[in-house]
């Protein structure tokens, strides 16, 4: 007879369970011996206990519920196996270390029988560099490859983790931008990427904006064929994917889009020239990515100083231009190394 408790837990749409899973695990609140149920449409993860307002807010979840969960045999943890608890990341199939280890080839073997669907382990040897953003990586344990399959808020992505950029922990903020892109269901709207990646913004978008043409844009080509495969392996036929740097293509878009992804976190500010002259001549919408520090601050405060910022920079960038710029949202999206944050921010450009 199987152990069955009442739990609090959190009832999500299935498309964001593995974002809603992982944000939960990195707050310490999911239950993890407790076995997670779905249903046709929704996912239902066990807590330690009911979150608090300010909790919901934060991890953006809108429905609370109680309910039975199996209590699964407790797991040994990594550090019962091997003493530490190692930091890293999951892509698809490969888990990829990202601080440095002693006795890696242990750690790797012990991430492989804790978690069976991880194939290769591997660890970073160089941060995301370049102008294509991407990192050179070790295999340590497991499969010799470093391409994987990654799916997220219901779409696929291809991709080789050392030749392409990608973060798994962007899966939220790609899925607020395509639900605000997917918002009214008659309006067609033209949306350019203008540093696309393997379109894992792109993709998401077009799929949930199905009356929306996208068109993603990247310099690196082996981004540029993963993102050709992702569209096919996604069914989704209103994106085309073009192999450029976007300097040199886009005049090809003059006064052509509603909205405008601009993920190139460091130097984003640096291409609003060729956005601006992308929007549509009524204007349209602008989600900039940037990335900034605060050191001299007590550290609740830190987050709300990066965000003030890059609201600056955006600001002072856009000044020499003679447009109307008003901030809708600005936000953090993720840590980006201690002290920094990068802060994303959706903006209307009137021109
Ligand atoms: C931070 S990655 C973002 C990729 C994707 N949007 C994502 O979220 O996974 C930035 C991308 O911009 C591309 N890139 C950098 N400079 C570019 C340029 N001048 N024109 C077009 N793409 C560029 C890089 O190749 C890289 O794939």
Redesign the pocket.
């Known amino acids: 007879m199987k152990n069955r408790e009442p739990l609090p837990c959190v009832k999500a749409d299935k498309r964001r369970g593995e974002e809603i899973r992982i944000a939960l695990k990195d707050h310490k609140l999911l239950k993890t011996d407790a076995k997670i149920t779905t249903n046709h449409n929704f996912i239902y993860l066990p807590l330690i206990r009911a979150l608090t307002e300010h909790e919901q807010r934060e991890l953006d979840v809108a429905e609370l519920s109680t309910k039975e969960f199996e209590l699964l045999e407790p797991r040994r943890t990594i550090e019962e196996l091997v003493g530490l608890k190692p930091s890293f990341e999951i892509v698809g199939d490969i888990a990829v270390l990202t601080d440095d280890v002693a006795n890696e080839q242990l750690v790797a073997q012990a991430i492989m029988s804790l978690h069976k669907s991880i194939k290769v382990v591997a660890k970073r040897i160089s941060p995301?560099e370049g102008?294509?953003?991407?990192r050179q990586l070790k295999v340590i344990a497991g499969e010799h490859r470093t391409e994987t399959m990654h799916k997220e808020n219901g779409c696929r992505y291809k991709l080789d983790l050392e030749q392409?950029?990608?973060?798994p922990r962007?899966a939220r903020e790609?899925d607020r931008v395509a639900s605000l892109a997917a918002q009214d269901k008659n309006e067609k709207e033209e949306v350019i990427?203008?540093?696309?990646?393997?379109?894992?913004?792109?993709i998401q978008i077009a799929k949930l904006a199905p009356q929306s043409h996208v068109t993603a844009?990247?310099?690196?080509p082996v981004?540029v064929r993963y993102l050709r495969e992702n569209i096919k392996l996604n069914g989704v036929s209103n994106i085309e994917a073009i192999e450029?740097?976007?300097?040199e293509v886009y005049r090809a878009f003059t006064d052509r889009a509603d909205r405008i992804?601009m993920?190139?976190?460091k130097?984003a500010y640096l291409?609003l020239e060729e956005a601006l002259s992308m929007l549509k001549p009524e204007g349209g919408i602008i989600h900039f990515y940037d990335v900034e520090s605060a050191y001299d601050v007590s550290a609740e405060n830190r987050v709300g100083v990066a965000i003030d910022k890059a609201k600056e920079k955006l600001t002072a960038s856009i000044k020499k231009h003679e447009v109307q710029l008003e901030i809708l949202d600005a936000r953090k999206v993720k840590v980006y190394a201690p002290y920094a944050y990068i802060v994303g921010i959706d903006a209307m450009i009137r021109k």
Do not use: C, E, H, W
């Not at 844009?217 to 690196?220: A, F, L, Q």
């Not at 450029?244 to 300097?247: A, E, G, N, R, Y």
């Open positions: 995301v102008v294509f953003r991407s392409v950029y990608f973060n962007l790609r990427d203008m540093f696309a990646g393997v379109g894992s913004f792109a844009i990247d310099i690196n981004a450029s740097d976007i300097k992804i993920n190139l976190p130097s291409f």
